[in-house]
């Protein structure tokens, strides 16, 4: 039984450092979205409070620019990536809405969506 239970976690580590998992803590009256890796995020959401962490690994070394477009009707939403070291590269909100990262590729970087009493929608793009 200690067997699986240390193969499970092993496999949870192994999809959280590669990107697959995602860490939530947040409460809302309504939340439908999809938090990718693929380049882009978008969600809508209803008097939200909370963080959404995940791993980004960038696929080549480069420049990535990252656009927010979001619409919110009450509240704060922030989106940061942050490096290895936990050194914020960027904050993208309403008033800052673009920033970019020079990507290392065997580096990982993390993407947090920080919610404050929101309700709207935001859509996060990066190339």
Not at 12 to 33: D, H, R
Not at 95 to 123: M, Q, T, W
Request: glycine content about 8%; some cysteine; aromatic content about 14%.
């Amino acid at each position: 039984m200690i067997i699986i239970i240390l193969l499970l976690l092993i496999v949870f580590y192994l999809l959280y450092i590669n990107g697959y998992l995602i860490t939530q803590v947040k409460k809302a009256a309504m939340f439908v979205g999809k938090i990718g890796g693929n380049g882009i995020c978008r969600a809508k959401f209803s008097y939200c409070s909370g963080y959404i962490k995940r791993i980004v690994k960038f696929k080549e070394s480069r420049e990535y620019d990252f656009t927010l477009n979001s619409d919110l009707s009450i509240g704060e939403f922030t989106a940061e990536l942050i490096d290895s070291s936990k050194h914020i590269i960027f904050k993208l909100d309403c008033n800052h809405p673009c920033g970019f990262v020079i990507a290392d590729s065997k580096a990982r970087y993390y993407l947090i969506l920080r919610f404050k009493s929101a309700s709207g929608n935001f859509e996060l793009k990066w190339n």
